[in-house]
């Protein structure tokens, strides 16, 4: 039962110490103010984050989110759960929370494939492609492209054409073009929604995303998927899970807030992106070459040789200053919660000696 929403043995063994203590493991399927609920062996149930938690938590990226396992103390009563810690985050999407520039919140927790969504109804363009991949890397999720509205290109060479130019960029990750709309459209991503495995959707608005959703999990089944409970009067509602389990297998993230994703990348994931500019920097003169106006520059020779695309170029040094403007942000942060840690030690350590000294 648990296997199906994710859980393994380097799971179990980390769960360990938790087990000890009489905990249950139980894994986050949606957030609604502060309280979670959460898909357990035992069925769902709704908690809260343990005082503690929250207290040593430096930010809200050390608060469970939507995908997290976690480790709950369940009231014997049964009337009462209280989340005392998250587990290990394999990979997670992140985007700064609105209002603190800083800070960094988490989205999506434990995605395993990310489908990175575009749609045929438009002129395919590789350098969106090129800037969704960056944030898929950072997430540490498996990038898959999807290319929808497949039934709005009749013309098998042109939808070649799309396939080869996307794949061109892909730096690896396989490329679909599927249709949400035709008969079987969507039947090539099957095979990612193995049981266990979580699956996010990611992309520019009106590329099809919802539709795709609901033709994985199945129109009638997003319906029971919208499982009714009882609310305190005793009314009905329909309580929207952010992440479905598929009752053919696999687990699916749908959030909103994916939908508004900013970067949050690094170097690794731009060299990764880049790997022909990054091949072509070997050959600068100097080892800290920016491939600006730097002389003896390879890259701005293939620029003007012609064999780097000007435009590929340009859109280098564009997500090269996006994320040194956010590496900026993250020191700042960084600096804060050390002046925060220092700060609460200082009181701890001066009320030991006190209560040493009396
Ligand atoms: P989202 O914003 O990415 O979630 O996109 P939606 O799923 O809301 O789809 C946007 C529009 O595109 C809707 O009008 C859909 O009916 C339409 N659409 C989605 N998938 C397909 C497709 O495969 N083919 C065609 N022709 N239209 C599609
Ligand atoms: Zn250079």
Redo the contacts with the bound molecule.
């Keep these: 039962m648990l296997e199906s929403l994710g859980w393994n043995s380097a799971r179990q063994a980390e769960f360990e110490p938790f087990q000890r203590l009489g905990q249950v493991p139980g894994r986050v399927c949606l957030e609604h103010n502060h309280v979670f609920r959460l898909m357990t062996a035992a069925g769902e149930l709704l908690a809260e984050v343990a005082g503690r938690v929250k207290y040593a938590a430096t930010g809200r990226r050390d608060l469970p989110a939507v995908g997290d396992w976690v480790a709950v103390k369940v009231d014997p009563s049964g009337s009462r759960a209280t989340i005392t810690a998250i587990l290990p985050r394999r990979t997670s999407f992140s985007r700064k929370a609105a209002g603190r520039e800083t800070e960094e919140q988490v989205i999506a927790a434990n995605v395993d494939v990310v489908l990175l969504?575009f749609g045929l109804?438009k002129p395919e363009n590789p350098r969106a492609v090129e800037r969704y991949l960056v944030v898929a890397r950072r997430s540490g999720a498996t990038p898959v492209i999807v290319l929808?509205?497949?039934?709005?290109q009749p013309d098998p060479g042109a939808l070649a054409q799309a396939v080869a130019t996307i794949t061109d960029v892909s730096g690896g990750a396989p490329v679909h073009a599927?249709?949400?709309?035709?008969h079987d459209?969507a039947v090539a991503l099957e095979p990612y929604l193995a049981p266990g495995v979580t699956l996010a959707l990611l992309?520019p608005?009106?590329?099809?995303?919802?539709?795709?959703v609901n033709r994985l999990i199945g129109a009638d089944l997003l319906q029971t998927g919208d499982v009714r409970d009882w609310d305190q009067r005793g009314r009905h509602t329909s309580v929207h899970r952010q992440l479905v389990v598929r009752p053919l297998g696999g687990l699916i993230v749908d959030t909103p807030g994916m939908r508004e994703l900013q970067l949050w990348d690094s170097d690794e994931q731009l060299d990764e992106t880049f790997a022909g500019i990054v091949a072509l920097a070997a050959d600068c003169r100097f080892r800290d070459c920016q491939h600006d106006r730097e002389p003896g520059c390879a890259v701005k020779a293939a620029v003007d040789a012609g064999t780097l695309p000007e435009d590929r170029y340009a859109h280098y040094l564009q997500l090269r200053g996006e994320h040194a403007a956010t590496e900026k942000l993250r020191d700042a942060r960084a600096l804060q919660d050390e002046k925060r840690r220092a700060r609460v030690q200082g009181k701890a350590l001066k009320a030991m000696q006190k209560s040493r000294d009396r």
């Design positions: 969504v109804d929808n509205k497949a039934d709005l599927v249709s949400a709309r035709g459209g992309g608005s009106g590329v099809g995303k919802s539709s795709l």
